[in-house]
């Protein structure tokens, strides 16, 4: 600063107030191009590369046999279900499950 003037008027004379004030309207213009050039990078390369991805993957899921051991798996899921429903029904805790509920039911119908 020159001599015998306080610092903050130094700096006030010293400024460039347009170009200070240029620079909140510089950062708007910096988030509205990364905006833009993220939906633009969203939108170009899922649909420029997801088609050969999913080519890829299909080509994946016939070499592996995926549909086959999935069918397998689910057969093998519903026959073990089927196996333990049967047992669980068969079982004397389901009985007393059954009798109850039909307890709570007649209770609940004559109260309500």
Do not use: C, N
């Not at 046999?65 to 004397?92: D, F, I, N, P, W």
Request: glycine content about 2%; aromatic content about 10%.
């Amino acid at each position: 600063p020159p001599q015998g003037q306080p610092v903050s008027q130094a700096l006030r004379q010293t400024v460039k107030w347009q170009a200070l004030s240029e620079l909140p309207l510089a950062a708007a213009y910096a988030f509205v191009a990364l905006v833009f050039m993220a939906l633009f990078v969203s939108v170009h390369f899922p649909s420029k590369y997801l088609p050969i991805a999913m080519d890829s993957a299909k080509k994946k899921l016939v070499e592996w046999q995926v549909k086959e051991k999935a069918a397998l798996v689910l057969e093998s899921a519903r026959s073990g279900v089927a196996s333990a429903y049967q047992h669980a029904v068969e079982s004397t805790y389901h009985a007393k499950a059954v009798e109850y509920v039909d307890a709570a039911r007649r209770h609940a119908s004559v109260a309500y």
